[in-house]
């Protein structure tokens, strides 16, 4: 086993679906890498989802349901993932992802090829950032040809934004091991995932933005933008959102990196 792709979901059944797709089109061999999602007490038809996913797809595939009383972000579901993780390598995965077909092929790469094999590394995402655009993903081919879903947000009448975000990363599982991954006390919705960022980068891993490896980031909640029309002023392509960003940078003190010393990810979660 190769990679373990790591997906933590509440609430995302109709996203996981797409999300799972470009799993089964992956280039990468499908037996060497394993598939881990934590169900983190969805209301909705996940666990149909998962099934039926484990039917179909020529990957294998785990999954835990967690019902907790309070949820809060999703670090316990992914400090969870890791420990039931086999491969050295992680691949980072939200329910919402939409991956181009050669993506895991492109992270395993680029971690082969790190000399030390301390690499952060995430790709572009394109964001379908409204409900239209949502809906439009079944008319575009994108599960065979990635560039259809580009050309799709990319247009004169539908205008989005890429950003450089850890929605789809891959790090080998040494370094999350070694600062006991996310910090479980987190109490808000954002941003945990730089909080994991400048305690990796303490301990000496690197972080790139890999261009070529595309995904598409799924519509959820409210609408940020208003659909556009050919009269549209505002940029096609919008460069500023960059994580993890030049000016993020470790300012606590070095007893504080490692996280969740005691009860890393401990919680009694039911297979299904």
Known sequence: MKLSV???TFDRAEHLI???ISIGNQTFPHDKFEILICDDGSKDQTFGVIQEAKRTFDFPIRAWYLDRPERTTACLAWNFLVRKAKAPILVLLGAHMIMAKNALELHY???QESEFGNLFVFGRAYRV???LAQSLLNSVNWRENFQALEELFISEYHHSQY???PYCASIHKKWIDQIHGWDEDWNEI???DSDLLVRLKAIGVQSINALDILSAHQFHGE???PICGPECKC????LGHTWPGPELEWHGEEKDIIRNQYLWGEFSALEI
């Open 6 to 8: 790591l997906i933590p």
């Open 18 to 20: 797409n999300c799972l």
């Open 109 to 111: 790469k680029y971690q």
């Open 129 to 131: 950032h409204s409900v």
């Open 163 to 165: 950003w450089e975000v």
């Open 190 to 192: 954002w941003p945990d």
């Open 223 to 225: 609408q940020i933008d």
């Open 235 to 238: 940029p096609l392509v919008h």
